[in-house]
């Protein structure tokens, strides 16, 4: 450094001597050569300077770690856009790319974005759990923007005082075991739908038994938000089987499309000039599904604001009046109006996908291995018996029912990512240079079906998760990392509660009241477990033959 400065003032005496000799001589020298002077000293000097930043730099440069392993070359100032829009879907890309490293984690360059996807448990577990704090935020970008009406809610906001707001509510009011408890007769209420519309379908003599495994499960998962959030079913006027109506045919056909646009590397989330063109076109289909949701939601959270400012209600009945009677320590409103629409639409869709999905993958997983399904329902039988409907005071002790979960979470994530962090600092991690800003992905399926970390990753086996003692009841979560059942660390999931019991409810009915089997016209007599090419669900939705079978007493009436 001394070097350099010393270096930086001899090249400015000798300038400022120079130009010592010209002024002296201005009268026999035109102006115009002393500008031209000038201009080229001063442009010396930046040169000067520039030059011995980017020796101080590359210097800087050479003693940090490097990146990981580059997935592709990057393009100057794109990156490797051009190769994002051609490779579609991008998460299979990706992945293709990611098995060419085999290296666990991996770093591609979109726009000036680092993204970093990463598909070793131990890797992963030094980023969340090592180094939590510095990947605690969210990227900004196009879709999480709307959906949030502009960064108000929990999930999806960047790290901040809006965050911490209300994750405090979230933890404290919505989600908080005692809530949990307080809510307990609207789930079973729910509970109870399910089996009754699941009941009615298959007693339908014109559909020969047949049920929509897909239909029930994603409406279960939007009944279900809907009675904690608005203490009701319907929208509009429900069906008398106990199957959606229109309206939520619409309304959960909604959530599944913001879902599927949510990070989904949108062109502008890494080059953000370019949103107001929407290259891809995903902020129009964002708005228009929003809309939709917006239609139903905003009505009754509108009407409710207006009762309990006049005074016509006075009872908290569901999570919306628990949202509207929050108060600061000024004994004002909390939360406004827009943080609530916003907050409710964010409860919605991070509860409909997950339990849902697994619960329709570990179905076709099981008709499949008959043996294995016959033995989830061996220990519901002698868990609960016939006589009555599994409650949630017995998951306790379904451990193998819970294993089967556990196995369609690992084998059959609902995303290929989990929700994106952001590096709030640079940092080393596993050996390797993370700058800051930079975008950290965990790969859902490479962290699942990662074949050093799990025997025979792509066959279902439940076995795998069942603990030497049996008696200790089984968490759906998977702290460890070795698959992602429910997100971790300070962005974690905070609704763990509430999804187990959603996918275990949901999961343990519908193998206890209904015998299932695969359709008699199904091709080679087994379900097609390819998964759909542009997201991970099956690749067509699970159809199968229930038959009840309890006594008819124990059916809801």
């Known amino acids: 450094m001394i070097r350099i400065r010393l270096m930086f003032s001899l090249a400015m005496a000798n300038a400022n001597s120079s130009l010592h000799g010209a002024l002296e001589g201005v009268s026999s020298t035109s102006f115009a050569t002393l500008l031209s002077f000038s201009s080229t000293l001063v442009v010396m000097a930046f040169a000067l300077c520039y030059f011995f930043k980017f020796r101080l730099a590359g210097t800087e440069k050479a003693k940090q770690p490097p990146l990981p392993p580059l997935l592709l070359k990057p393009w100057p100032v794109v990156g490797n856009l051009p190769e994002m829009i051609k490779n579609k879907p991008t998460f299979r890309w990706l992945h293709e790319l990611m098995k060419q490293v085999d290296a666990g ?4 360059r ?5 993204v970093i996807p990463v598909t070793c448990p131990e890797i992963s577990r030094e980023f969340l759990k090592k180094q939590d704090a510095v990947f605690a935020s969210r990227p900004i970008s196009m879709s999480t923007d709307v959906t949030t009406k502009g960064f108000l809610t929990t999930a999806l ?15 404290t009011d919505l989600l908080s075991p005692t809530k949990h408890r307080w809510l307990h007769e609207k789930r079973v209420e729910e509970a109870d739908n399910l089996v009754r519309y699941v009941y009615n379908q298959c007693k339908t003599l014109d559909k020969g038994g047949l049920v929509n495994v897909r239909v029930a499960a994603q409406h279960y998962c939007g009944n279900l938000p809907r009675k904690l959030l608005f203490n009701r079913r319907y929208f509009g006027e429900g069906k008398e ?71 016509d ?8 009046d628990v949202l509207i009677t929050l108060r600061d320590e000024h004994g004002k409103p909390l939360l406004t109006m827009e943080e609530i629409k916003a907050q409710i639409t964010e409860f919605m869709i991070a509860t409909v996908d997950n339990p849902s999905n697994a619960v329709e993958w570990a179905l076709a997983e099981m008709l499949n291995q008959p043996e294995i399904l016959e033995k989830a329902t061996q220990e519901i039988d002698q868990v609960v018996g016939r006589g009555r409907l599994v409650q949630e005071s017995d998951f306790a002790k379904l451990n193998y029912v819970k294993a089967c979960a556990r196995e369609a979470f690992r084998l059959h994530p609902i995303a290929p990512f989990n929700v994106p962090h952001v590096a709030v600092a640079d940092t080393t991690v596993a050996d390797y240079f993370i700058p800051k800003g930079s975008h950290l992905l965990l790969s859902r399926t490479g962290l699942g079906r990662n074949p050093k970390v799990w025997d025979e990753p792509l066959k279902y086996k439940p076995e795998r998760h069942l603990k030497a003692d049996h008696g200790t009841p089984l968490s759906l979560s998977e702290t460890d990392l070795r698959f992602i059942s429910f997100s971790t660390g300070m962005r974690g999931c905070k609704g763990v509660l509430l999804g187990t019991s959603m996918t275990v409810m949901l999961f343990a009915r519908l193998l206890q009241c209904f015998t299932w089997s695969i359709p008699p016209n199904q091709p080679g007599q087994a379900i097609n ?8 669900f099956l690749g067509k939705p699970l159809v199968a033959v229930a038959s009840p079978r309890l006594p008819s007493n124990v059916y809801p009436a």
């Open 157 to 171: 906001v960047p790290l901040g005082d809006q965050w911490k707001k209300m994750k405090k509510v979230m933890v």
């Open 105 to 108: 984690i991996a770093c591609i």
């Open 110 to 114: 979109f726009g000036n974005v680092h």
């Open 529 to 536: 477990l390819t998964e759909a090419k542009e997201n991970l």
């Open 241 to 311: 089987d106990g199957g959606p109506g229109f309206e939520e045919e619409e309304h959960v056909r909604a959530l599944f499309t913001i879902l599927s646009y949510l990070y989904s590397f949108c062109i502008s989330d890494y080059i953000p000039c370019l949103r107001g063109l929407d290259l891809d076109g995903h902020e129009k289909i964002m708005d228009e599904a929003l809309q939709v949701v917006g239609k139903y939601h905003d009505p009754i959270i509108e009407e409710r604001i207006q009762q309990w400012k006049n005074g």
């Open 313 to 320: 209600k006075e009872a908290v009945e569901d999570l919306l």
